[in-house]
């Protein structure tokens, strides 16, 4: 007779577990600590981080949907606040764990980039701009400064524009690179379209401000087209 409250406690603990997920988070715990960051499908890594923000409720359905809804795990951390506010499920808190997660990835391979020359490190600074631009919706134009030794002395982010263009203006361009005392430049900016095919009018203004850069010392090492289905070097493709 005294075993069964406890026996009836045990199952009203287990079926509560149930419920919240905290015994799938258990799991997901231990294998995320045995394996390392591989060991976790997409949507369980977004699993886990909702969780943190929004306590007992199993966070599985939102995760699959939100990675369903935006198209990946890389656009879902992509998104803009604003965006990621559309979704009713959604608090604050649990939008700003997102964000976070983007912001600490993306701190990570900035600085694993520029810890090198960047000509040399090439597949790190590659590794940043495709987290921080491949998935965004509008493009966005940025000017990578570096000192005599290829080091990274500034990543500027010039502007963002509409869904297929982004104003970048060479007067501005060569009046931060004095001011920072640049030797050296990287152009580089996204196509929301998905191709990194340069346009006719992305490869005018490389040129306008190749001419404009070099009386002043400055030399274009590359103009870098990020998008989702890959990258392109017009330096490579012997467009500088």
């Given at each position: 007779?005294?075993?069964?409250?406890?026996?009836?406690?045990?199952?009203?603990?287990q079926?509560?577990?149930?419920?919240?997920?905290t015994?799938?988070?258990?799991r997901?715990?231990?294998?995320?600590?045995?394996?390392?960051?591989?060991?976790?499908?997409?949507?369980?890594?977004?699993?886990?981080?909702?969780?943190?923000?929004?306590?007992r409720?199993?966070?599985?359905?939102?995760?699959?949907?939100?990675?369903?809804?935006?198209?990946?795990?890389?656009?879902?951390?992509?998104?803009?606040?604003?965006?990621?506010?559309?979704?009713?499920?959604?608090?604050e808190?649990?939008?700003?764990?997102?964000?976070?997660?983007?912001?600490?990835?993306?701190?990570?391979?900035?600085?694993?980039?520029?810890?090198?020359?960047?000509?040399?490190?090439?597949?790190?600074?590659?590794?940043?701009?495709?987290?921080?631009?491949?998935?965004?919706p509008?493009?966005?134009?940025?000017?990578?400064?570096?000192?005599?030794?290829?080091?990274?002395?500034?990543?500027?982010?010039?502007?963002?524009?509409?869904?297929?263009?982004?104003?970048?203006?060479?007067?501005?361009v060569?009046?931060?690179?004095?001011?920072?005392?640049?030797?050296g430049?990287?152009?580089?900016?996204?196509?929301?379209?998905?191709?990194?095919?340069?346009?006719?009018?992305?490869?005018?203004?490389?040129r306008?401000?190749?001419?404009?850069?070099?009386p002043i010392?400055v030399?274009?090492?590359d103009?870098?087209?990020?998008?989702?289905?890959?990258?392109?070097?017009?330096?490579?493709?012997?467009?500088?």
């Open positions: 007779m005294s075993e069964a409250p406890r026996e009836g406690k045990s199952a009203a603990s079926t509560g577990a149930a419920l919240d997920g015994g799938h988070r258990a997901l715990r231990k294998r995320l600590a045995e394996g390392g960051p591989d060991a976790l499908l997409d949507h369980e890594l977004i699993e886990y981080l909702l969780a943190l923000a929004i306590p409720r199993d966070t599985k359905p939102l995760a699959k949907a939100l990675i369903a809804r935006f198209g990946g795990l890389g656009p879902l951390l992509s998104a803009d606040w604003a965006d990621l506010a559309q979704v009713r499920e959604l608090s808190t649990s939008i700003a764990a997102l964000k976070i997660a983007q912001a600490a990835a993306l701190r990570l391979l900035r600085s694993e980039a520029a810890a090198r020359p960047i000509l040399s490190g090439w597949q790190a600074l590659l590794d940043y701009l495709r987290a921080d631009m491949a998935h965004l509008i493009e966005r134009v940025r000017v990578l400064h570096l000192n005599a030794r290829n080091m990274l002395l500034r990543d500027d982010h010039m502007g963002d524009g509409s869904i297929d263009e982004a104003a970048i203006y060479v007067r501005e060569v009046k931060r690179a004095v001011a920072l005392g640049s030797t430049l990287i152009l580089v900016h996204n196509h929301p379209s998905g191709s990194p095919e340069p346009s006719r009018q992305d490869i005018l203004i490389t306008q401000i190749i001419e404009a850069t070099r010392g030399t274009v090492h103009h870098v087209i990020i998008a989702d289905q890959g990258h392109s070097s017009m330096r490579a493709m012997g467009l500088l």
